[in-house]
Each structure stands twice: as C-alpha cells, then as structure tokens.
C-alpha cells in the first residue's frame, strides 16, 4: 500500500489529501499550530512510510516542515514555480488552483525524491542573512527619512562631521534637531550639552571645535518650523532608530 499526504500549506490552515493507491480517501482542514498537527500526526501513524508533499509557502510552511522533522518524517518541499511546471507537464488545467489532493496525485506519476534536510545551522544562516538584508534596508529607509526632515529643521548640521553618519551624530542630531536648541545654550552650556552627545572619548579641543562650528551652523541656518512642530519629534525619532 501507498500512501501519499498532498498538504496545500496557506496563512494560518492547511488542506491535507490522503491518497492511497492513487484514490483520494480522505481529505480535511487543520490549523497550523499544535491542534492540528496533532491530528495530522494521528494519520500519518496509521500508514507506513508515508509520502508527504507540500509547496514551500515562505514563513508559513516553516511551522509543518518543523513539525514533520521533529517527528522523523520524510517529505518532499517543492518551490511554488517548480510545482506548477510538474503539473502542467501532467496536463493539468493551467486554470486549476494546485491544491491538496493534486499535489498527492501527481507523486503517483512524477515519483519525486525526499527534500534533503540540512544541518540546522544553514537554515540559520539564512535566517541571519535575511535578518541582515531587512535590517539594512531599514537603515537606508531610516537615513534618508532622517536626511529630508533636516532639510526642514537643519540641514547645515549634516555638515557637522566629516560623514552624516554613525552614533556620534546621531546623538549630536538628538541633542539640536534645530537651530533653536544650539542658540538657546551659552558657549559652556552648549559645549558640556556636545560633550554629553558624543558617545566617545575625546579631546577637550575636540568638543570646543564641535561646539563653535555648530554655533557658526546655527547662525547660518533657517528653520521652516517652529520648536513645537511634530517634525522635530521626527528628527529626534529617526535619529533614535538609527
């Protein structure tokens, strides 16, 4: 006897085919948590070596391959694209959704190898390398965000540092979103306030000739909005982000 699961994985359920011998004999829903794995796993216990079949759904599919390789089960994960190939070579309707039960039938005819599990630590490196990647867009979504609201509030301290970036000017653009925060403070308060905003050690001569080329900014500067206004919030919030 031959027994293939066809199991069409979607957001937060799943479809499960069961076909033996090539007759669909059964067919149901399940969630795709604890509940429903449970009563999957029920199943798959009554038949010997089971065939399991299901398309690579991103995120979603990743809680079922879990499952299934915690619990020793081979299975066959094929890619979206790859999928519809086999089964319009099988002459399947293109207008046909691929579901369960077509995803156990067509095992039948196209006799697909086991998916190779690999050792944990590539799936965590892929999981790393799109944490990276989204992280990294995040912070050139973040810079030019924080780059136009400057163009309001003050541009001229983009100038400040030799790069408008890095946690010292970060800090430096929390601490004087505007030009009204820099004129507001003397020459030592506004000197002991650039010392505080500089994460690093440095020089006493370092913060004096930050503290007077921001004074110089400041005075060249024109703000289009007031103190009060919610983009300097934003400024401040960008900056933070970053």
Request: aromatic share 8%.
């Amino acid at each position: 006897m031959r027994a293939v699961f066809g199991i069409d994985v979607s957001k937060a359920s799943s479809e499960v085919a069961i076909v033996i011998n090539g007759e669909k004999v059964h067919g149901y829903s399940i969630t795709n948590d604890v509940i429903g794995f449970s009563r999957l796993l029920e199943d798959l216990k009554t038949v010997h070596n089971p065939e399991i079949v299901f398309e690579a759904t991103g995120v979603y599919s990743r809680r079922l391959q879990a499952f299934l390789e915690d619990n020793d089960y081979a299975y066959t994960r094929l890619n979206p694209l790859a999928a519809k190939k086999q089964l319009d070579s099988l002459r399947v309707r293109k207008t046909d959704k691929i579901d369960a039960e077509k995803l156990a039938q067509s095992q039948f005819v196209l006799n697909r190898k086991p998916t190779d599990i690999q050792e944990e630590v590539y799936q965590e490196l892929r999981d790393l390398s799109r944490f990276y990647q989204n992280l990294t867009e995040d912070i050139v979504r973040t810079k030019n965000r924080l780059h136009k609201v400057l163009q309001v509030t003050f541009s001229e301290i983009e100038t400040l540092l030799s790069a408008p970036t890095g946690e010292q000017y970060w800090n430096l653009v929390m601490s004087f979103p505007s030009k009204d925060y820099v004129l507001a403070l003397n020459a030592s308060e506004l000197e002991n306030s650039v010392r505080l905003s500089t994460s690093k050690r440095i020089s006493d001569k370092r913060v004096s000739d930050l503290t007077e080329n921001l004074q110089d900014l400041a005075k060249q500067s024109y703000c289009a909005v007031k103190k009060t206004s919610p983009i300097i919030e934003e400024v401040r919030y960008d900056a933070e982000e970053l």
